[in-house]
């Protein structure tokens, strides 16, 4: 249970600087619908740093 908080701590502090920088070069601005698509890189995001730790152990 512990793990799972981690990883999800992890992506979301991984996703700031997406968001910032996806903010920063106008491509916002191509996406219908922000709310969704931050939930749906969050989502990715969630996935790879599970991914990533469960090929690490």
């Known amino acids: ?3 799972d908080l981690v990883w999800t ?7 700031l600087p997406m968001r910032r920088a996806l903010a920063a070069s106008g ?4 996406v219908w ?3 969704l698509f931050d939930i749906a890189l ?4 969630v996935g ?3 991914a990533t ?3 690490l152990q």
């Open 9 to 15: 701590v992890l992506a979301f502090l991984m996703i």
């Open 53 to 55: 730790a469960r090929s």
């Open 48 to 50: 790879v740093v599970v």
């Open 1 to 3: 249970m512990r793990n």
């Open 27 to 30: 491509i916002y601005t191509y």
């Open 42 to 45: 969050y989502v990715v995001t």
């Open 33 to 35: 619908h922000r709310p």
